[in-house]
């Protein structure tokens, strides 16, 4: 089974920053990965799709880069609505969610 | 609009048979996959297993001995059943819908339904 690991954990930020969280995959997947975003107590929201595809809806200061088993979301300009926890997802190989960022505010 | 909501049983005992019902409109259960995942209380995602729109299915291998996904299409319903609960099934449990004809992406989730398995 393919393992999801990301970093950091935890990372506090403040309003503005630029914030990169980080993604890897136990081996190749292919680019097939999506990051979602969770807020207390609701449901997960589809951020960004294979790899680079922003979701309908979703602000442009999202996105995410990568190939190979190393993955990059970043936000260009943190906001304190996305004071989340944020999942890495790969399905290149069945499906397996990374363990989870949570981003705070500093 | 694409809906998607989750029910069943709130608490159940270590050894029974936890039995979900995930019901959805704004589409056919013939055109999009559904998936379960779960979540622990404080903890990440674990996705459990899919339905695929042609009726096939795929199991988490962590649990697939004690999983089962099925559907009625003609209500719109998926079904989960996992046997031999133990404290640790406990969690939230979300359906899913996956992005149409495409084995990856979530792209509309439900509410999804607390469990708690416990004597």
């Known amino acids: 089974d393919i393992q999801m690991t990301q970093s950091p954990s935890v990372l506090s930020a403040s309003v503005g920053d630029r914030v990169t969280l980080s993604c890897k995959a136990s081996?190749?997947?292919?680019?097939?990965l999506d990051w979602y975003q969770q807020k207390l107590g609701e449901a997960p929201k589809l951020l960004i799709y294979?790899?680079?595809n922003l979701q309908t809806g979703i602000p442009s200061r999202f996105s995410g880069s990568g190939s190979g088993t190393d993955y990059t979301l970043t936000i260009s300009s943190l906001q304190p609505e996305d004071v989340a926890t944020y999942f890495c997802?790969?399905?290149?190989?069945?499906?397996?969610f990374g363990g989870g960022t949570k981003l705070e505010l500093k | 609009q694409v809906q998607l909501k989750e029910s069943g049983p709130g608490l159940m005992q270590p050894s029974e048979t936890l039995s979900l019902t995930c019901t959805v409109s704004?589409?056919?259960?013939?055109?999009?996959?559904v998936g379960w995942v779960r979540q622990p209380l404080g903890k990440g995602l674990v996705w459990m297993g899919t339905?695929?729109?042609?009726?096939?299915?795929n199991y988490n291998s962590a649990v697939q001995s004690r999983l089962s996904i099925s559907r009625d299409t003609s209500k719109s319903q998926v079904f989960l059943k996992m046997n031999s609960l133990q404290p640790e099934d406990t969690g939230t449990y979300y359906c899913?819908?996956?992005?149409?004809?495409?084995?990856?992406?979530?792209?509309?989730w439900g509410q999804g339904v607390m469990v708690t398995v416990s004597s």
């Open positions: 899913a819908r996956h992005v149409g004809g495409y084995r990856g992406s979530f792209d509309y």
């Open positions: 704004g589409f056919s259960l013939t055109s999009n996959g």
């Open positions: 339905i695929w729109a042609g009726g096939s299915t």
């Open positions: 081996q190749n997947i292919n680019k097939n």
């Open positions: 294979f790899t680079n």
């Open positions: 997802f790969q399905y290149n190989s069945g499906w397996t």
